[in-house]
């Protein structure tokens, strides 16, 4: 069988998942022909890891610089990006220009310019887009899912969601590159289009007005809790810190032979630090958020999404027109990069209950998962790489249109807490592909 060539540009912490994929679990079917970084040292560690780990050869690799030369030399079909945000459009867009599909991690992009991009770039060229939503391979999600493709609760009317991010996982969001709006989209757009994209899925609807309204409470120079916490005089990194021994939120990366490797001895290629003081001043993005959406079912959700509570998952209800169906998760703790698994399920916090109209409540055994995202990331490498992937009625593949959707209810998000006023989708982003649907049962 002949193996279809892959290229990745990015090789931060997320990266790791797909590099696995093509020279370990699903190497009958790929082959990685290039790696593309602006850090050199990154590169040289990745290398290092496919020997170390798979026993497999050194791929090629090529600045951000040479982008178009790794495409022109190495030849892929397909190009993974796995870089910060802000550069996703500069690699989805290029790519298809130069004859490639494309996977990308999510968020597709930031905002709603590089959206529109992105879009115009994929009805020129024909080529794919990819989003890698591995929350809907979950299979409490997927699980969520299918009871409302079956109709247990009929139509959707209203959905209340609420997420909760710790001060472990929350926390690092402060530290790393996505505490400015400029390299993330805040968490509005780099976390929440996980939420988002689901709640799409989940209703098999279109997001067609966003209301919202968001602060940093918390988390930075002027929230007062360093001074609170007797953290006055700290640095602006926990590296040196005096502060290390006391401070509940000090990240050390000398301990972690994972980020020590990656990123405190990779510093000096290109100056970034992965451990910034969550109380420092350069940051912009909110911790606190709460937003109303309309949906084209004509269905209402009211979100909230909080960055600084003591336990991490989140809960929501969907009512009906025949009842109210409830799922509840609490996930795993971690550091993004501290080699634990990131957003597994803990089986005793997480459930799902049937109110049916005029009838007793039910507990709904939940599917079990296991793995990083809720058992979702390996069925979603399944589904990416497999020259003959299983049939899905749930339609989890995501594809350019469920990525603008789901960024552009943050996007809207966003403009809204700066305006002050409700913010249509449609007055964003142009031309937008239309979304596969699953069919719903309503009554």
């Known amino acids: 069988m002949k193996r279809k060539r892959y290229v990745q540009v990015g090789l931060g912490g997320r990266s790791f998942m797909y590099t696995e994929a093509f020279v370990g679990t699903m190497k009958a079917s790929c082959e990685l022909v290039g790696l593309c970084d602006n850090n050199r040292g990154r590169m040289e560690l990745r290398n290092q890891q496919i020997a170390e780990l798979w026993k497999g050869k050194p791929v090629p690799v090529y600045s951000d610089r040479r982008f178009d030369a790794m495409i022109r030399e190495q030849k892929p079909e397909v190009v993974v990006v796995t870089t910060k945000d802000c550069f996703h459009d500069k690699y989805i867009v290029r790519a298809m220009e130069l004859g490639c599909d494309v ?22 060229t024909g080529r794919t887009v990819r989003v890698t939503f591995n929350y809907r391979y979950s299979p409490p999600r997927t699980q969520v899912k299918d009871l409302l493709m079956k109709g247990i609760i009929g139509e959707v009317i209203s959905v209340d969601f609420h997420w909760l991010l710790n001060t472990d996982h929350g926390a690092d969001y402060f530290r790393r590159w996505h505490r400015e709006k400029k390299n993330s989209g805040g968490l509005m757009v780099h976390k929440a289009t996980h939420h988002f994209d689901l709640v799409n899925w989940w209703l098999s609807a279109q997001p067609v007005e966003v209301m919202a309204m968001g602060a940093r409470r918390f988390y930075g ?22 502060h ?16 020590k490797r990656g990123y405190l001895d990779c510093e000096r290629y290109d100056g ?4 910034r003081c969550v109380f420092g001043k350069t940051m912009d993005i909110e911790d606190t958020m709460n937003l109303v959406v309309r949906y084209d079912s004509g269905a209402f959700m009211s979100y909230s999404l909080n960055a600084f509570v003591p336990w991490e998952g989140y809960k929501i209800a969907f009512n009906g027109t025949k009842g109210r169906l409830e799922h509840d998760c609490i996930e795993s703790v971690y ?3 501290d080699g634990r698994v990131q957003g597994g399920t803990i089986p005793q916090g997480t459930r799902i209950r049937h109110y049916p109209h005029f009838k007793p409540v039910r507990d709904i055994p939940v599917w079990q998962s296991k793995g990083g995202h809720g058992g979702g990331d390996m069925p979603l490498i399944v589904n990416l790489f497999s020259p003959n992937p299983p049939r899905d009625p749930y339609l989890r593949a995501a594809g350019v249109a469920d990525g603008a959707l789901s960024i552009l209810v943050g996007v809207a998000a966003n403009k809204s807490m700066r305006i002050g006023r409700p913010v249509r989708i449609d007055q964003l982003v ?14």
């Open 103 to 124: 996977i990308t991690e999510k968020p597709m992009t930031i905002d709603a310019k590089k959206c529109q991009r992105i879009i115009d770039t994929a009805h020129k």
């Open 221 to 242: 120079s002027e929230s007062g809790m360093a001074e609170r916490y007797g953290l006055q005089g700290h640095a602006e990194r926990c590296h040196g810190c005096r």
């Open 244 to 259: 290390g021994k006391k401070c509940h939120f000090f990240l050390n990366l000398e301990k972690n032979p994972n980020m």
């Open 272 to 275: 970034y630090f992965r451990d």
């Open 335 to 337: 550091i993004s990069g």
């Open 430 to 443: 142009k031309n937008i592909p239309q979304v596969r649907r699953t069919p719903i049962k309503k009554w």
